[in-house]
């Protein structure tokens, strides 16, 4: 049932070396419920950014031009460690988070929600071959090693790349209703991992 | 083990309307391991091509300036449609599956790769959802219903979606090894579906 039909807009922020999956797993789930949601790509200018993989995304809007953002989206990926140091882009977060109604992020982009302090003093989690990296950008940040995802507020955030899938339809479910993301997982063929604790990736990355 | 230290040429063939996640499921797979796969995407003429989520990828070549694919990999999407009567998009599909060595399909692309004639008397699947169209664009294709994805030959298609995501990764295994696929796929955190006869959606959509 879907609670609230308004559609939200949906901004994924691009950076040069994001991980593709960390991107369009969730972008699959918003956008597949047009009414629900739009998805729009955004990067410190509109244009062509190109991702860990090679292929190259097109940024809609710049961030000074954005509408809006109900959703934000911080994907993961090797260029995250070149934008942990990058005030405009962490600063960027921090106005747009401030009126968003759900903050995510998949995989290292907690990283940066981290480095923009935004996770002080909540709990969260980031992807695990890297899991270091996440306490490294957030010390004042209760880091949890074994979850899929963590939701903590208005603040959700997944582990390593294909769990950002399994979150975004969590954040579909929350914000369009249950029905809403069994419908859309079931378009997709794919098996939503709905328990937010349950991550086999701990253990083989050597943190539970 | 790889079996073969080559890099192959992967062609991600782009139309207007193609499945976001059709699309990056596989490209996070293949381009997860630059050294033994490089990614390109392919359209009828290079620059942006939209998908049928929204958000824009960058074709990096045209069909006629395209370098040799060793791997082609063909979406499936409500682009489809438009795509099936495209008779130089088919012709140049039959003129690059001769010279590669794998030819895969996600979801509907399928029915592109029927309609071109190349699954003629060969096993293939498609998306489950919408079944019956590949049965229309391929009659004298052996459907198979049940199954995640089906290899014959150089022909290895894929159902629905996310289905992709694990037939690419058994490309990956057969083309550089088993060892090399578990690898992405823990760095990717995903629980690959390593058999292809388990296919939970073809009994939610009534077809097993």
Same mark, same amino acid.
């Given at each position: 049932?879907? &609670? *609230?039909?308004?559609?939200?807009?949906? +901004?994924? $922020?691009?950076?040069? +070396?994001?991980?593709?999956?960390?991107?369009?797993?969730?972008? *699959?789930?918003?956008? @597949?419920?047009?009414?629900?949601?739009?998805?729009?790509?955004?990067?410190?200018?509109?244009?062509?950014?190109?991702?860990?993989?090679?292929?190259?995304?097109?940024?809609?809007? +710049?961030?000074?031009?954005?509408?809006?953002?109900?959703?934000?989206? $911080?994907?993961? =990926?090797?260029?995250?460690?070149?934008?942990? =140091?990058?005030?405009?882009?962490?600063?960027?977060?921090?106005?747009?988070?401030?009126?968003? &109604?759900?903050?995510?992020?998949? @995989?290292?982009?907690?990283?940066?929600? %981290?480095?923009?302090?935004?996770?002080?003093?909540?709990?969260?989690?980031?992807?695990?071959?890297?899991? %270091?990296?996440?306490? *490294?950008? +957030?010390?004042?940040?209760?880091?949890?090693?074994?979850?899929?995802?963590?939701?903590?507020?208005?603040?959700?955030?997944?582990?390593?790349?294909? %769990?950002?899938?399994?979150?975004?339809?969590?954040?579909?479910?929350?914000?369009?209703?249950?029905?809403?993301?069994?419908?859309? %997982?079931?378009?997709? &063929?794919?098996?939503?991992?709905?328990?937010? &604790?349950?991550?086999?990736?701990?253990?083989?990355?050597?943190?539970?």
């Amino acid at each position: 049932m879907a &609670e *609230e039909l308004i559609e939200r807009t949906v +901004g994924v $922020v691009l950076y040069p +070396g994001f991980e593709s999956l960390d991107v369009y797993g969730p972008v *699959e789930a918003f956008g @597949c419920v047009p009414g629900f949601f739009r998805v729009l790509m955004v990067a410190d200018k509109a244009g062509p950014v190109v991702s860990a993989q090679g292929p190259r995304t097109v940024a809609d809007h +710049g961030f000074a031009d954005a509408p809006k953002l109900d959703v934000l989206l $911080v994907p993961g =990926g090797i260029g995250t460690n070149d934008q942990v =140091g990058n005030r405009t882009l962490l600063d960027w977060l921090v106005a747009r988070a401030r009126d968003a &109604e759900v903050v995510t992020s998949v @995989c290292s982009g907690s990283w940066l929600l %981290a480095a923009a302090g935004l996770l002080d003093g909540r709990r969260a989690t980031s992807n695990k071959m890297f899991f %270091a990296g996440a306490r *490294e950008h +957030g010390n004042g940040v209760d880091w949890v090693p074994k979850a899929r995802w963590v939701e903590d507020g208005k603040f959700v955030t997944s582990s390593g790349v294909s %769990a950002g899938t399994d979150m975004a339809l969590h954040v579909v479910a929350r914000l369009a209703g249950r029905d809403v993301a069994d419908n859309v %997982a079931r378009a997709m &063929e794919y098996t939503w991992e709905t328990d937010p &604790e349950n991550d086999p990736f701990a253990s083989v990355w050597g943190l539970a």
